[in-house]
Each structure stands twice: as structure tokens, then as C-alpha cells.
């Protein structure tokens, strides 16, 4: 009786541990890696208007710029050979189109290691939960699935 009752209360405390650590957990470092996917995406599209801009010979642009809630203005841009890119912290440098390709090469790497950083740490937690769900299996001597 005495042993039933502290399997119990271990299987609710691993249970606790899954709930309260390790699911939050995961859902953080998917939402963070799903962060930097739209980081990469976003350099992505602009290296893609980069190259379309240096193909067409495009030096002038108008467009329609969002100035948010869905009000929008249309915007000229005399001169495209220099462009202004979001470095992180709220700064924006303005490159020449070569100089913004080689920051978007250096960039893209970085995102891709944090990406894969991220991969790694996602499947460490899935393990580790996959182990304590494990553990309160053997806890309650059910069969192997």
C-alpha cells in the first residue's frame, strides 16, 4: 500500500516535470527556431531583389510602402545602388548592392547555425521527454508499446 502510494506520487512528479518544464520548453525553442526561419526567409527575399534589381539594371523604384494598420503611401526611391539593411537592434546600415550581398552571405550562415542549434536542442528535449515517459512506464509496469 505504502509503495503504491509512492509510485503514485513519483509518476505525478515526473508528470509535473513533462507539463510544467519540458512541453514549455519545447515550445519555446520551436517558436525561437520558427523566428529565425523568418529572419532567413526575409534575407532570402531581399538577396532575391538584390539580384533582380542588378540583372534589370533597375536604379530608380516606386512602390507602395505599408505604414502600418494597413495604410499605405506610394514611395520613390531615386537611386536603388544603395540600400538600407536591418542589422539587428534597431540600426539599419546603408550598403552598396555587393556590400549588402556579403552581409546577407555572412548573415545567412549565422542563421543557419542558429537554426541548426535550435534543431538540435528541440530534439534533446523531445529524448528527454520520450525518456521520462519511459521512466513512468517502468513506474507503473505497463507494457512496452
Known sequence: MEEDYLRKE???RYEE?????????LVKAINERDKVFHQQKM?????????NLEKNGITSLRSMVNLGSEVYMQ???PDTRHIFVDIGLGF???FTWSEAMQFISVKEARLARQIEEYTHLIANIKAQIKLVCEGIRELLQLPAD
Do not use: S, T
Not at 17 to 25: A, I, M, T
Open 75 to 77: 514611395a520613390e526611391v
Open 17 to 25: 516535470f513533462v507539463d510544467k518544464r519540458l512541453k514549455p520548453d
Open 10 to 12: 513519483k509518476v505525478q
Open 92 to 94: 539599419h546600415v546603408e
Open 43 to 51: 534575407f532570402l527575399d531581399l538577396k532575391k531583389n538584390i539580384e
